[in-house]
């Protein structure tokens, strides 16, 4: 099993940035997608970003596309969603999630990190 671990979340004024981070443990070679998701207060948990572990190629929802990164450090096992140009609603819980490649969803979640934008 894989374990995740996201960090980086916290308070920032609109148009400000924030990097997240979600290091991997565990079973790590059995990952081959990582993804950024998150929940709002009252709204449903939404995809925000992945990538695979080989070849880096990355996916964004419509929400965020130009405005977050996400990128990954083979070496460390880590993950990263550079968030830049912050609106008040990019405010959620951000998870980190790891998906193999014989699975059909993301198996693995980490406990999440919160971030805030403030208008």
């Known amino acids: 099993q894989v374990q995740l671990v996201e960090s980086g979340g916290g308070l920032v004024q609109t148009g400000g940035s924030l990097r997240l981070s979600c290091a991997a443990s565990g079973r790590t070679f059995s990952s081959y997608f990582m993804g950024w998701f998150r929940q709002a207060p009252g709204k449903a948990r939404e995809f925000v970003a992945s990538?695979?572990?080989?070849?880096?190629?990355?996916i964004y929802a419509d929400s965020v596309k130009g405005r977050f990164t996400m990128s990954r450090d083979n070496a460390r096992n880590t993950v990263y969603l550079q968030m830049d140009s912050l609106k008040p609603e990019d405010t959620a819980v951000y998870y980190c999630?790891?998906?193999?490649?014989?699975?059909?969803?993301?198996?693995?979640w980490g406990r999440g990190t919160q971030v805030t934008v403030s208008s």
């Open positions: 999630a790891s998906r193999s490649r014989t699975e059909s969803e993301f198996g693995a």
């Open positions: 990538i695979t572990w080989l070849g880096g190629n990355t």
